[in-house]
């Protein structure tokens, strides 16, 4: 199977993170491809990812990083593919400053912004997959019960 979903991540650091990411797509069987691009320490294979990711036939793209978080946004600016960009949480300021680098991209060049941490990695994998589900009747049955089974795991009361 063909990958369609690009996890990209600025370092290995964040591997544990995007592993979300990774864990839901499997669950929903989506085929889905990781690499590290850093923005600073890799700037040329950054822009080769970016200006080569719709040839190499992804559809959609996760970008991890953490602190001074320019890949998510790097990436938008070289691809009109959809990114959605996952806030590592940071060792300095718990994933703020992550975020703040993610979400506050100029008009035009949009990044989907998820939660800090795995709960953005995860929900970015879901994501992924409802996009991906819009031309997939099968893979929206899956991701219909996928939700369903959620929904039947939450008790009506809490226990001890
Ligand atoms: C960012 O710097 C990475 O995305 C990572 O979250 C953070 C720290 O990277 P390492 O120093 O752990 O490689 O570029």
């Known amino acids: 199977m063909t990958a369609k979903v690009a996890i990209?991540?600025?370092s290995q650091s964040d591997w544990p993170t995007m592993q979300c990411a990774a864990a839901v797509l499997d669950e929903?069987?989506?085929a889905h491809e990781a690499r590290i691009v850093s923005a600073h320490r890799t700037p040329d294979r950054l822009h080769a990812f970016g200006k080569g990711a719709a040839d190499e036939g992804f559809h959609v793209i996760i970008a991890g990083a953490g602190g001074?978080?320019?890949?998510?946004?790097?990436?938008?600016?070289l691809?009109?593919?959809?990114?959605?960009?996952?806030p590592v949480k940071s060792k300095a300021l718990n994933g703020l400053d992550s975020l703040l680098s993610i979400v506050q991209m100029p008009a035009g060049v949009p990044t989907g912004t998820l939660a800090i941490g795995e709960?953005?990695?995860t929900?970015?994998?879901i994501l992924a997959a409802s996009i991906l589900a819009l031309g997939d009747d099968a893979l929206a049955t899956r991701l219909k019960e996928y939700r369903?089974?959620?929904?039947e795991k939450v008790g009506e009361t809490p226990v001890d």
Not at 68 to 77: C, D, V, W
Not at 79 to 86: A, F, I, M
């Open 68 to 77: 001074a978080a320019h890949l998510p946004g790097m990436i938008a600016a």
């Open 8 to 10: 990209v991540m600025g």
């Open 123 to 125: 929900n970015a994998g």
């Open 148 to 151: 369903a089974a959620q929904t």
């Open 28 to 30: 929903l069987g989506v």
């Open 119 to 121: 709960a953005g990695a």
């Open 79 to 86: 691809t009109h593919l959809p990114v959605l960009g996952v």
